[in-house]
C-alpha cells in the first residue's frame, strides 16, 4: 500500500471511525449523564476501541501476521459489538421520533430533565447489556465449530444410476488473519470422513495473498474426493491477487473451472460448470455461462458452481438445474440477512427458480466480527437425487 493510499485511508476511515463513535458516546456516555468516574473510563473505551479498528487495518496490510492477528482479533470483535450496539440503537431512535412526533401532535408538555436523563440511561444500559449479549452468543456459536448440514436435492435430467451421488460443499471459508492453519486442516478431515463423490468450493476462501496464506491452504490438497476437487473464483479471490491463487490451488490438485465445463460420471452422469465471480470483470475475468454450457447436450443435468446467488437469474434462462452459491454467509450477524436481500434474490438454504434449483450456503468460516448470530456456518453435504 503506498503512502498515499495509507494517508487517504487514514482521513477517510478516521472520519468514519471518529463519527460512528462519537455517536455511541452521545448515546451511551453524554445523555445519560453518566456519573464519574464511569463517564471518563467509558469515554476512554471507545476511544481506544476505536483507534484499534484503524490501527487494525492498516496492520492488516503492512504488519507480519503474528503482530496484526492479535489486533485484528480485538478489532473484529469490537466491530462485531459495534453492529449490534447500532442496530439496537437504531430502534431506540426510530422510537423516539415516532414518540417525538406523537407527543407534538398531543401538545404535550416537554419531558422532565431527571425523567429524560433516567430514560436514556435506562435505554442505554438495556442496548448495551443486549449488545454484548448478542456478541457472546456470536461468539460462542463460532467456537463451537463448523456443522454438517445434510441437503437432499431432486435434480431433473440426473440418471437413477448417478442418483445417491454426492457432492460436499465448502464455501466463503476466509482464512485470514483470524483464521489459519488448524481450521482447514479440521475441515480437510472431517470433508474426508464424509466420503464425497465430488468437493465443491465456492469462493471467498482467502483474505490475503499467496504468499503469506499459501502454506494455510495446503491441507485442502489432501482432500479425498472419487471425482475430484474443484474451484470458482469469489469476490475476495479478486483482492487479493486471483491469478497467483489460481495457480497455486491448481498446484494442490484442485480443478478452478473458469467457465468451463467437466463431464463427471461418464455418460450417465451430468456436467459440472463453473464461472468466475459476478464481480471479477473489473480485474480482467469475468463470468461467461453461455460460454461454459457451449456444445453441451441437452439431455444431461448440469449442476453449476457460482459464487454469488445472483448468477441464478442467467442460470435458470439457460436451463441449469442446480447452482450452488456462497456469498452471503446467511447474513452472518442477524438481522444483516434482510440487508443482504437488497444485493441478492436468495440469502440461505435451498430454493426453486423458475424451475432451477439454487442452494446458497451460510458459509464455513466468517468475516470479519468472529461471530455468527441466526446463519450458522456448514459443511453441506448435498445428496443428488434423480427426480420423477
Known amino acids: 500500500m503506498s503512502p498515499l493510499r495509507i494517508a487517504a485511508f487514514l482521513v477517510i476511515g478516521g472520519g468514519l471511525t471518529f463519527g460512528i463513535h462519537y455517536y455511541f458516546w452521545a448515546r451511551l456516555v453524554r445523555d445519560p449523564v453518566l456519573p464519574a468516574p464511569w463517564s471518563q473510563v467509558a469515554s476512554w473505551a471507545l476511544g481506544i476501541l476505536g483507534a484499534l479498528i484503524l490501527i487494525g487495518m492498516v496492520a492488516s496490510r503492512l504488519a507480519p501476521r503474528e503482530i496484526k492477528s492479535p489486533l485484528l482479533w480485538v478489532a ?66 463460532v467456537a463451537r465449530g463448523v456443522a454438517v448440514k445434510k441437503v437432499r436435492v431432486p435434480l431433473a435430467k440426473l440418471s437413477r444410476s448417478t442418483s445417491g451421488f454426492k457432492i460436499v460443499q465448502l464455501s466463503d471459508v476466509h482464512v485470514g488473519p483470524t483464521i489459519g492453519r488448524e481450521f482447514i486442516a479440521d475441515l480437510v478431515a472431517r470433508v474426508n470422513a464424509l466420503g464425497p463423490d465430488l468437493v465443491a468450493i465456492t ?29 470458482v473464483t469469489g469476490n475476495h479471490e479478486y483482492y487479493s491477487g486471483a491469478n497467483e491463487w489460481i495457480a497455486h490451488l491448481e498446484s494442490l490438485g484442485i480443478k478452478v473451472l473458469r467457465n468451463e465445463r467437466v463431464a463427471i460420471g461418464g455418460d450417465d452422469g451430468f456436467d459440472l460448470v463453473g464461472v468466475d465471480d459476478w464481480s471479477a470483470h473489473q480485474y480482467g ?6 460460454r461454459a454450457l457451449e456444445g453441451r447436450d441437452p439431455k444431461r443435468a448440469v449442476v ?49 427458480h423458475q424451475g432451477t434449483k439454487l442452494y446458497v450456503s451460510c458459509g464455513t468460516g466468517y468475516w470479519g466480527p468472529p461471530m455468527r448470530v441466526g446463519a450458522p456456518a ?5 445428496e443428488l437425487l434423480a427426480a420423477g
Do not use: C
Not at 470483535?77 to 407527543?103: C, E, K, P, S
Not at 490475503?208 to 472419487?226: D, M, N, Q, T, Y
Open 304 to 352: 453449476l458452481l457460482a459464487h454469488q446467488p445472483r448468477a441464478i437469474l442467467e442460470a435458470a434462462a439457460l436451463g441449469v438445474g442446480l447452482q450452488l452459491s456462497g456469498h452471503t454467509h446467511g447474513g452472518q450477524l442477524f438481522p444483516w440477512n434482510f440487508f443482504v436481500r437488497l444485493q441478492q434474490p436468495y440469502v440461505a438454504g435451498l430454493h426453486d
Open 378 to 382: 456448514e459443511i453441506t453435504d448435498i
Open 203 to 231: 469462493g471467498d476462501l482467502v483474505d490475503g495473498s499467496v504468499a503469506e496464506l499459501g502454506e494455510f491452504v495446503r491441507p485442502l490438497g489432501e482432500i479425498k474426493a472419487k471425482h475430484g476437487v474443484f474451484f
Open 76 to 141: 473484529y470483535t469490537w466491530l462485531g459489538v459495534l453492529f449490534f450496539l447500532f442496530m439496537l440503537l437504531a430502534v431506540t431512535d426510530i422510537a423516539n421520533v415516532i414518540h417525538g412526533i406523537g407527543r407534538k401532535i398531543a401538545s404535550a408538555d416537554a419531558i422532565d430533565p431527571d425523567r429524560r436523563r433516567l430514560l436514556a440511561r435506562f435505554i442505554g444500559s438495556g442496548v448495551g447489556i443486549a449488545a454484548l449479549v448478542l456478541a457472546t452468543t456470536g461468539i460462542v456459536n
Open 285 to 290: 475475468h469475468g463470468a461467461d455461462l453461455p
